[in-house]
């Protein structure tokens, strides 16, 4: 494969990884005078839940879409082989 197919697949797979992640939270403590204060950042991820569920269910259409046309290829429609003839019939 060249360079660039494999950037893309890295690319993508790197998307795809970035959606199943999780929010991130983050503490921090900050020192003001002779207190601590401890603050609590939060993260939303990138890409809406809704846009999610979307992204999965059109994988999963295509993803049976290429598997449906390997199954008419394979099992559905086999070419036929073999040589077929009457059997004699006794009069």
Known sequence: MKLKTKLIYIALLAVILALCM???????KV???R???TRTYLRA????AY????????????LGGIL??????????PPLSGNYSVAPTEA
């Open 45 to 48: 991820l990138a890409i809406p």
């Open 68 to 77: 449906y046309v390997v199954m008419r290829k394979l099992i559905i429609e």
């Open 35 to 37: 207190k601590t204060l």
């Open 51 to 62: 846009a999610i569920v979307i992204l999965i269910g059109i994988g999963q259409i295509i």
């Open 22 to 28: 999780e929010e991130v939270e983050g503490r921090r």
């Open 31 to 33: 020192l003001r005078g």
